[in-house]
């Protein structure tokens, strides 16, 4: 079944692709999804048939219902894809793509001077992690417990809708502005 | 349904959508599009310990993913607040307008 | 008695912490009790301690007494450990009786002065450090003391510091006498390395063990701590700190330049005779510097007409025959000279002291004149220690103890026919400027008037200084006078007996050329200042006297050789080094930092897609490392 792999792996990297070029949002999150869902694809042929899941669950439909609902949130519509279209010019990403080109060059030189090996990938079963993580990763899991619960917290905080705050020159500037302002009117 | 692939492939590909992610942080000016790409990024290292966990038979990376998918909610979580008050205080999503803190 | 021993030491250190820490709040009379009090209750527990030790001798001739542990490193452990034999308490007994007189001396001396606490504060602390140096069982606590010592030498000559002079002599010392020190210290390491221990007990015990004879290293140990034997001793070359620091109080320089301080060197050597004894070039080097000083300060002293300045070219000229008697192995001899030394400068000084107050101040011996019957209690102790200086035969103490070194100075085994020409000229030249002093300062015609004679308080310690001046001589008689040798009996346990030369002559002889040296250099002085003094302005006319009457005046010009030599090309190369070249390299390196600062900031753009480039940068080049390694 390698022709699978190498199917989802190929779709994964144009949707990524796809997400780092388009200038809807909404599009992007959807080809993000396409390649979250050819994650699961992939982690599923390596035989973790619980990531798999996990990676459907809560990347594709939590994480990027999240994404969605704050693109809902600000109205992200034709203007930011305008500006979007804009702002994604060549000088702009030739640089970057040229570094990351390098970086990945540098990885594949070390990845493939090691000795290359086939294996068939063996099957870890949801149990197997589930002991795994409640036994010897006890810690890290409530680590981690606590840190959701942290970013629960921290999200209602600084989601609240306060009004704006300016440091104290920033103000009297404003109201400086203001006063200007006024006087034009009048 | 078991494939017999080399780790290397593997890797290579984690390695190569890591690359993507990078690439897609640093050309977006858009904070949204930023945050996707280091989602991007976080699949890509899920990915690479999932293999590793593959190759030797092992739990061990299957448990890393599923702290990276806690951490990658939380971050999510955060992020998006954050860009929320972005938003409202600065009526942009311009990550080039907020450079507020140079040196 | 040993359970005492702590209290010689503690009673002058109780003193220094009231007076300093109370000393201003305190009125003089209690200023006075405290601070001579304390000397003279040390005093009188060395008498205590000092008498049973030599009743219970020769058994018992060491005693000992460890306060507590000073520090522990390894090994090594340095302890407060007191320590008393025969040859400390000589120094002990000085230092306390008579630091004990010249206390007593002060408090009517220093009555008018303003800082009277700060006097007496400091010359306990000066009290309590010389008993350390003596008393120290190892030689670190000794330097303890030595450093001690030169620390109060500093204060006292400094004592009026408002006279920027005074100051200039103050740190004069102290700097002169830090090259010895510094040259001590290393032959401290010296002898740590090679011995393990700086109890100076197991060194004296195990030298031989230690060391080979006239191996090189120690010699050049004994050098070593030879030099600081001479920066404290003020022997050339490092005597030109003690005519200056006369510019301290006249009690000053009675108890610190010319009865304890100076003959720290003295001690030092006799202390650790076991490794001078091992080095014959090192007793050379000491004869010769010992002979080589009474020459030079003796022909020195003859010149000067600062009455202080006299008695302190005297004082290097003495201390010089302590450094020949212990040069030649005249052990005995030069502590025998030191004890009586002592006494009779520090009466001399004490006197002079008496004299400068009286006559408002003055110093020139020329202005003074005609005493005689003015003060007639400072006169005639002034005289006790005159003829003891000049060594008047047989009724003086210094006759008795000047003599052994000149017979030893041939007749030892390290002795030789030119360091006794050298010591007999220096006993002529001794008596001809004691002479010229006497003439000057008592007879003659009055030039100043005096102002108002000397206290109780003060004339009593120079009339017991007098009197031991004169009679302690006879407790070491010459080997041909009845053979009474109590001193260097009590001493030989301390210090070996001195191995005399083969086939050297009657011993009659010499002292009958001592004696004739000495009234020689008297009936020389009494020639040209009494009798004849019409002769000295025909001695001025001669061009070539007069030019080496200056040559001596200036001490040799050794002042004026250092000055050349050290001072100016010092001075020179600070001048030159104003902007100090050494700097440059720290503040190149403060301005390299703050422009790589500014540098590096403008990195810092707030651009966050410009941070993550830098990351992206920084992974490329550690795994391009990766790849090339």
């Known amino acids: 079944m ?68 704050v693109v809902m949130l600000l109205n992200l519509g034709k203007e930011t894809a305008e500006q979007e279209r804009k702002w994604l010019k060549a000088k702009v990403w030739v640089g970057p793509s040229l570094l990351a080109g390098i970086l990945f060059a540098e990885f594949l030189v070390l990845v493939l001077s090691s000795e290359q090996s086939t294996y068939s990938p063996a099957t870890v079963s949801p149990r197997e ?19 959701l619960m942290a970013a629960v917290v921290g999200a209602a905080h600084i989601g609240r809708h306060k009004r704006l705050v300016l440091h104290r020159f920033l103000k009297e500037e404003n109201e400086r502005e203001e006063e200007k302002h006024e006087e034009m009117v009048l | 349904m078991k494939s017999s692939v080399s780790v290397e492939v593997v890797v290579l590909l984690a390695g190569l959508l890591f690359a993507l992610g990078i690439v897609g942080v640093i050309i977006r000016k858009n904070i949204i599009f930023m945050l996707l790409s280091v989602e991007i990024m976080l699949n890509a290292s899920g990915l690479a ?45 311009d990550i080039d307008n907020l450079k507020e803190m140079n040196g | 008695m040993d359970k005492y021993l702590w209290l010689i030491p503690a009673l002058p250190l109780a003193g220094f912490l009231i007076l300093a820490l109370a000393g201003n709040h305190l009125g003089r009379k209690s200023v006075a009790t405290v601070g001579a ?34 520090f522990e490193v390894g090994a090594f452990n340095a302890k407060i450990t007191l320590t008393l034999d025969v040859l400390s308490l000589i120094f002990v007994f000085v230092i306390t009786f008579i630091g004990a007189l010249i206390h007593i001396y002060s408090t009517a001396f220093m009555e008018a002065d303003r800082d009277y606490a700060r006097f007496f504060a400091s010359m306990n602390l000066f009290v309590l450090s010389m008993l350390t140096l003596v008393m120290a069982d190892n030689l670190l606590l000794m330097y303890l003391g030595w450093e001690g010592v030169g620390l109060c030498s500093y204060l006292l000559i400094g004592f009026w510091y408002e006279q920027p002079a005074n100051g200039t002599a103050a740190r004069k010392a102290f700097t002169v006498t830090r090259i010895g020190d510094a040259a001590m210290a290393i032959g401290l390491f010296m002898v740590f390395q090679q011995a393990g221990t700086l109890v100076i007990s197991d060194i004296q ?54 009865a304890t301080m100076v003959t720290a060197g003295v001690y030092l050597i006799a202390r650790m005779h076991a490794i001078f004894a091992l080095s014959e070039t090192a007793r050379l080097v000491i004869a010769v510097i010992g002979a080589a000083t009474l020459l030079l300060a003796g022909l020195t002293a003859l010149t000067q007409y600062d009455i202080k300045r006299v008695l302190a070219y005297s004082t290097i000229s003495q201390i010089g025959y302590m450094f020949l008697a212990l040069g030649v192995g005249a052990w005995t001899a030069a502590v025998f000279h030191f004890m009586i030394h002592a006494f009779f400068k520090a009466l001399l000084f004490l006197a002079a002291g008496a004299i400068i107050e009286s006559l408002h101040h003055e110093h020139n011996m020329f202005k003074m004149g005609g005493l005689k019957d003015k003060m007639p209690v400072v006169f005639w102790t002034f005289l006790a220690g005159a003829i003891s200086l000049a060594a008047v035969p047989l009724v003086s103490a210094g006759f008795y103890s000047k003599d052994q070194i000149l017979w030893y100075s041939w007749a030892a085994d390290g002795g030789s026919p030119l360091l006794w020409a050298i010591a007999l ?38 009339v017991v200084l007098a009197v031991f001046s004169v009679l302690a001589g006879f407790i070491e008689l010459p080997h041909n006078f009845g053979h009474f040798t109590l001193f260097s009996d009590f001493l030989h346990p301390v210090l070996p007996q001195t191995i005399m030369r083969e086939n050297v002559p009657s011993e009659w002889l010499f002292q009958l050329l001592a004696a004739l040296a000495t009234l020689g250099g008297i009936f020389l002085g009494y020639y040209y200042y009494y009798e004849k003094p019409a002769r000295i302005e025909r001695l001025r006319r001669n061009g070539l006297l007069v030019g080496l009457y200056r040559f001596w005046f200036s001490g040799w010009a050794f002042d004026a050789l250092y000055d050349s030599v050290l001072v100016k090309p010092f ?59």
């Open chain 1, 2 to 69: 390698e022709i699978a792999f190498y199917i989802a792996g190929t779709v994964a990297i144009v949707a990524t692709l796809m997400v780092i070029t388009r200038h809807n949002p909404v599009h992007a999150l959807l080809y993000l999804n396409v390649s979250l869902l050819a994650h699961a694809l992939l982690f599923y042929l390596l035989g973790a048939s619980f990531a798999a899941l996990l990676e459907i669950i809560i990347y594709a439909g939590a994480i990027m219902v999240l994404f969605i609902f």
């Open chain 1, 129 to 147: 992690v589930a002991v795994s993580l409640f036994r010897e990763y006890l810690i890290g899991v409530e680590l981690a417990a606590m840190l």
């Open chain 2, 49 to 93: 310990f999932v293999a590793a966990g593959s190759r030797w038979g092992q739990p061990d990376g299957q448990v890393m993913f599923v702290f990276i998918l806690a951490m990658a909610a939380a971050e999510v979580s955060i992020g998006l607040a954050l860009i929320l008050q972005i938003y409202h205080q600065h009526k942009s999503l």
């Open chain 3, 37 to 70: 009090g304390s000397v003279c209750l040390s005093a009188l527990v060395t008498f205590a301690v000092g008498g049973a030790l030599l009743s219970g001798m020769p058994e018992n001739a060491v005693y000992t007494q460890t306060l507590w542990t000073w």
């Open chain 3, 205 to 258: 015990a195990n030298a031989s063990v230690i060391w080979q004879p006239n191996t090189t290293i120690v010699t050049v140990t004994a050098l070593l701590l030879l030099t600081g034997g001479l920066g404290k001793s003020a022997q050339l070359p490092l005597q030109t700190w003690l005519p200056d620091a006369m510019a301290g109080p006249s009690p000053v320089s009675a108890l610190i330049h010319a």
């Open chain 3, 425 to 462: 000229s220096g006993a002529l030249i001794t008596a001809a400027y004691t002479t010229r002093m006497m003439i000057l300062t008592f007879w003659g015609e009055s030039h100043t008037p005096i102002g108002h004679q000397p206290g109780k308080r003060m004339t009593m310690p120079l």
């Open chain 3, 571 to 629: 001075i020179f190369i600070s001048k030159i080094n104003k902007s100090d070249i050494t700097d440059k390299l720290y503040t190149g390196i403060a301005a390299m930092t703050g422009e790589m600062y500014k540098l590096l900031s403008k990195t810092q753009s707030g651009s966050l897609r410009w941070y993550i480039m830098g990351l992206v940068v920084g992974a490329i080049l550690i795994l391009g490392i990766q790849i090339m390694l």
